[in-house]
């Protein structure tokens, strides 16, 4: 099992930046890539970023491009996501995942575990 932690999230204005943590623990040696999801008020679960654990190759929503990063902090096996130049249409819960397996980056499908979820609200 692993177990993820999230954390950083909070109010901000818009075109204000936020930094989100998630912390693994546990199997953490079965983890082959670790992604951000979100969910906005009355809408799915979407894909926001992904970062494979090895190899560092990342993907990104074209929501996401060019405003936010994610990266890795190998001793801490921590997965971090900046955001910079927030959006009200960012508001969201967002969700730190991990997959062991190696299907698509993108597809929550392809994640076994899951954080609690930590709340971003972007004020205009």
């Known amino acids: 099992q692993v177990q993820l932690v999230e954390s950083g999230g909070g109010l901000v204005q818009a075109g204000g930046s936020l930094r989100l943590s998630c912390a693994a623990s546990?199997?953490?040696?079965?983890?082959?890539?670790m992604g951000w999801f979100r969910q906005a008020p009355g809408k799915e679960r979407e894909f926001v970023a992904a970062?494979?654990?090895?190899?560092?190759?990342?993907y990104y929503a074209d929501s996401a491009k060019g405003r936010f990063t994610i990266s890795r902090d190998n001793a801490k096996n921590t997965v971090y996501l900046q955001m910079n130049s927030l959006k009200p249409e960012d508001t969201a819960v967002y969700y730190c995942?991990?997959?062991?397996?190696?299907?698509?980056?993108?597809?929550?499908?392809?994640?076994?575990?899951w954080g609690q979820g930590t709340q971003v609200t972007v004020s205009s």
């Open positions: 970062l494979t654990w090895n190899t560092r190759i990342t």
């Open positions: 995942a991990a997959s062991r397996g190696w299907g698509t980056r993108t597809s929550q499908s392809n994640y076994d575990y």
């Open positions: 546990g199997r953490t040696f079965s983890i082959n890539a």
